[in-house]
């Protein structure tokens, strides 16, 4: 059996995280390294490890996750100024931990091309 991902760990309780929202399908938690003054991560609590994993039974799941991300830049005074989403998928495309994750990020002016 694969050895859980640090967020399937953080789902099931066994590592703490500064979670900011739960629900019976994600949870969302303050990033540990922040790149920006709001960086969130939003994450599915079923177990995807990542957008290449996404199949048609997870259209709503993932429609989902992006309302909570639209509530969480609400809440945090991120929707006036703008912010960014970010969903990294695969080694190159800076991907390190295998559970599909959204980093909701904000607070301060983003840059373009982002890296």
């Known amino acids: 059996m694969p050895e859980k991902t640090i967020f399937k760990r953080i789902i099931d309780g066994e590592i703490s995280a500064d979670v900011v929202y739960d629900d019976e399908l994600c949870l969302a938690f303050r990033d540990i390294n922040p790149q920006a003054p709001t ?7 079923k177990e995807i490890a990542s957008v290449n994993e996404l199949t048609a039974h997870d259209q709503a799941l993932v429609g989902h996750l992006y ?8 809440t945090y005074d991120l929707a006036a100024t703008g912010y960014r ?7 190159h495309g800076g991907q390190t931990v295998d559970h599909l994750h959204f980093h909701l990020l904000g607070g301060r002016a983003m840059q373009w091309p982002p890296g």
Do not use: S
């Not at 989403?85 to 080694?91: A, C, Q, Y």
């Open 39 to 45: 960086h969130i991560l939003v994450i599915p609590k």
């Open 85 to 91: 989403v970010v969903v990294n998928t695969g080694t």
């Open 67 to 74: 309302l909570v991300i639209v509530r969480l830049a609400d």
